[in-house]
């Protein structure tokens, strides 16, 4: 397909990967903030391609990963009753609550809907005025125009039976957090192409000049983050931190203002609580006022439900970049993703969920045994 | 969950009061809305995520980086020449083209 098949070049990867080792000097620990480009870099193995001592860590950017068991427990409360549709994205269903997922609660008679598109919903709603029609709103800003327009069109056309129930969280205040916490290992970042393409950058540049830290705005092809990692490690070999743009192909500075404004005109910033990490300060929207009767959290009186994380489930650390998968001694064991025991194994973006997913059970032996293969000369010396 | 695939306009139409378009992703077409992306015109591609065009994909940035990193060993090649390696190579090269003139003028392959 054009603009894919390109960047997906393994002879066009290996001059990337040589420029790298010829400009390296130190070691540098580099995450890439997207749940996508996570997916991207364990499924096409691009970790392993890199220079010993290029170390990608992941972030927390998979909005059903952070999703907070509250919330989930609370749509699983709705998508129980009688007379609800409940309508999600498909990623959303198996992430299992305090009791069950949605696709418990479809198997036992509720009318669970798997939707493409937020707009699914107001055809739903046209054919079952008789029904409340209940959408679970998750994102990050990639996903918030689109879930935006539903509760825009639902208010215009007076649709009283369309509401959100929104969970919806930001990028910058998440990288803020990371950054601030005195655990910090990350001294680049790849950031997220596709929110930016919403949003543009312009939010990044504070960022990387308080905390003097290089934010390479990258896309999610194999290229594309490997492209991500080189302009990184060139900022941090030179000395420099500021805000660049692998990804212009598909994004500049200012990003898409017909959607960033019908968002500010539906959504207002706000707290929300990060599964694995805990509450941000105005790190997440909800609905304004005007949309208070599409307000899912409002019209339904579901009680505050008390949750228990397992205690030996380390997603939080995983999502700050401080450990990995292998850390955990329930990874593959208690914990894989049909027994998801936290946020980074519930979806397949997780971090946790794609190392199982492309066969990452092992811990590699020896501080760099993973480039043991491809650069016998750096290797450290391992066990395997 | 921030997946937005490139696809190509085909058609663009006006359906319940928003602008819509068929967009094509290889040989499958889908509806997309755009709304966000009001001036798009037929075949221009757009990158579609939860059935809402976000953003257009622009050819000549596209084609730029591209280049870019297609040339990135050129430069290598001029720092650091591994004269072996190259030596080797080309000798490669010359056996294998005189075979293949020996055998193109019906000389016996050995």
Same mark, same amino acid.
Not at chain 1, 92 to 112: A, E, H, Q, Y
Not at chain 1, 154 to 165: G, H, I, K, P, Y
Not at chain 1, 210 to 236: A, C, N, S, W
């Given at each position: ?53 290029? /170390? ?16 989930? &427990?609370? =749509? ?34 509720? &009318? ?67 950054? =601030? ?39 999610? /092809? ?69 949309? =208070? ?92 | ?110």
């Amino acid at each position: 397909m054009k603009y894919l098949d390109e960047y997906r070049d393994g002879d066009v990867a290996t001059k990337i990967v040589a420029e790298m080792r010829r400009i390296q000097t130190q070691p540098w620990v580099l995450m890439e903030v997207c749940g996508g480009q996570t997916h991207s870099i364990v499924k096409n193995g691009l970790d392993q391609l890199l220079p010993p001592g290029v /170390e990608l860590v992941h972030g927390p950017g998979c909005p059903v990963c952070v999703t907070p068991l509250e919330m989930i &427990d609370k =749509a699983h409360a709705i998508a129980r009753l009688p007379g609800v549709i409940f309508c999600s994205f498909g990623d959303m269903l198996r992430v299992p609550g305090s009791d069950g997922d949605l696709f418990t609660i479809k198997s036992n008679g509720g &009318d669970v809907r798997i939707v493409y598109s937020p707009l699914d919903c107001l055809k739903i709603a046209r054919a079952n005025p008789d029904k409340q029609i209940v959408f679970f709103a998750i994102g990050f800003e990639t996903t918030a125009p689109a879930n935006a327009m539903l509760a825009w069109r639902a208010r215009e056309e007076n649709m009283t039976n369309v509401s959100l129930l929104v969970s919806h969280v930001l990028v910058p205040p998440a990288l803020e957090a990371i950054l =601030a916490s005195p655990e910090n290992r990350v001294q680049g970042f790849l950031g997220p192409g596709h929110v930016c393409a919403v949003m543009g950058y312009s939010e990044y540049l504070p960022i990387s000049a308080r905390y003097k830290v290089p934010i390479v705005i990258t896309g999610f /092809e194999p290229l594309d983050i490997l492209q991500g990692v080189l302009m990184t490690i060139q900022q941090l070999e030179e000395n420099r931190a500021v805000v660049e743009n692998q990804y212009s192909r598909v994004l500049d500075q200012v990003g898409n203002l017909p959607a960033q404004k019908l968002v500010g005109k539906v959504f207002e910033v706000s707290d929300r609580k990060w599964r694995g990490i805990g509450n941000i300060p105005r790190s997440g929207y909800r609905l304004r006022e005007e949309f =208070a009767v599409h307000d899912a959290e409002k019209i339904f009186d579901v009680a505050e439900i008390a949750t228990l994380e397992p205690a030996i489930c380390i997603s939080g650390e995983i999502l700050r970049g401080i450990k990995k998968p292998h850390d955990c001694p329930a990874f593959g064991t208690l914990c894989n993703p049909q027994h998801p025991l936290g946020a980074t194994m519930v979806s397949a973006e997780g971090a946790c969920a794609a190392y199982y997913a492309y066969g990452r059970h092992l811990k590699p032996q020896g501080k760099d045994a993973q480039h043991q293969i491809a650069d016998p000369v750096h290797a450290t010396g391992g066990s395997a | 969950m921030c997946l937005a695939i490139p696809g190509k306009v085909v058609e663009t139409y006006d359906q319940g009061g928003l602008r819509m378009a068929k967009v094509q992703f290889g040989g499958i077409t889908r509806e997309a809305c755009l709304e966000y992306l009001p001036d798009t015109q037929t075949g221009e591609y757009v990158l579609v995520h939860v059935g809402f065009a976000i953003t257009k994909v622009d050819e000549v940035e596209a084609e730029r980086t591209y280049q870019a990193l297609m040339e990135l060993d050129q430069l290598n090649e001029l720092e650091s020449p591994v004269v072996e390696e190259l030596d080797e190579i080309e000798a490669a090269k010359q056996a294998t083209t005189s075979r293949f003139i020996k055998a193109r003028n019906g000389h016996e392959i050995s």
